[in-house]
């Protein structure tokens, strides 16, 4: 079936890096979603991935896929307390019209 | 940048009356979605839709819910006879070309079934 999961909170201390760590179950799944939720907002896309890409980096952030353990990772580095927020992983289903599966999300709380 | 605008923000309906939740997706967007996030829990896909018919519905999707594309640019979802569970915040999506770069959301609607 299609599964998403994520550890449910995370805390770091200010200009620390962050991981948040999400595994999936379906195979066929072709891209690979971060989206960041503000309190009270919508959808953020933060990046994605290919699933046959390993890595993607975009300026601070950097995606790391290991689809042999169907296991994506986020990291943050130099984490500020704006990136406080909920942290979704999700992926898209191929065969169908890519319907997104969506992880329970992953709060990241920066102290200073 | 081009954004999905979902209008009104916040909703408060009674139990057994029907809501329409719109949405103004991308113009150039050929994709449209509708999901929905119950407080603390996941966003759970409701509906695609292409090609102006449903695509793939969730189990979620039952008799009470509808899509429609009156016009060329909007996109709603009507709820006949709301339930005290419909209570969630409804986020409409768009695509250009399925997965890819990625789907815009729009902020979404806080549907409150009292």
């Known amino acids: 079936g299609e599964d998403v999961e994520q550890s449910l909170f995370l805390s770091v201390r200010e200009g620390d890096s962050s991981v948040i760590n999400c595994t999936y179950t379906d195979s066929s799944s072709t891209y690979l979603y971060w989206y960041k939720q503000e309190p009270g907002a919508g959808l953020q896309l933060l990046t994605y991935?290919?699933?046959?890409?390993d890595m993607k980096q975009d300026q601070r952030l950097t995606v790391l896929l290991n689809k042999k353990d169907k296991h994506l990772s986020l990291r943050i580095a130099d984490t500020q307390t704006g990136d406080s927020a909920i942290y979704f992983c999700?992926?898209?289903?191929?065969?169908?019209?890519?319907?997104?599966?969506f992880g329970a999300g992953t709060r990241l709380a920066v102290h200073p | 940048e081009p954004e999905v605008t979902q209008t009104p923000s916040h909703q408060v309906t009674q139990m057994g009356q029907e809501v329409i939740l719109r949405c103004v997706p991308i113009?150039?967007?050929?994709?449209f979605y509708w999901y929905r996030q119950i407080l603390g829990q996941k966003v759970e896909f409701l509906v695609s839709?292409?090609?102006?018919?449903?695509?793939?519905k969730s189990e979620i999707f039952d008799d009470q819910f509808s899509v429609e594309r009156p016009d060329g640019s909007n996109f709603t979802l009507k709820i006949r006879s709301t339930k005290l569970e419909d209570s969630a915040m409804y986020f409409c999506?768009?695509?250009?070309?399925?997965?890819?770069?990625?789907?815009?959301f729009g902020s979404g609607t806080r549907l409150t079934v009292v």
């Open positions: 999700a992926e898209s289903i191929s065969g169908g019209y890519n319907k997104l599966i």
């Open positions: 991935i290919f699933s046959n890409m």
């Open positions: 999506a768009s695509s250009e070309a399925g997965a890819g770069n990625g789907y815009t």
């Open positions: 839709f292409y090609n102006n018919e449903i695509s793939e």
């Open positions: 113009s150039n967007h050929l994709y």
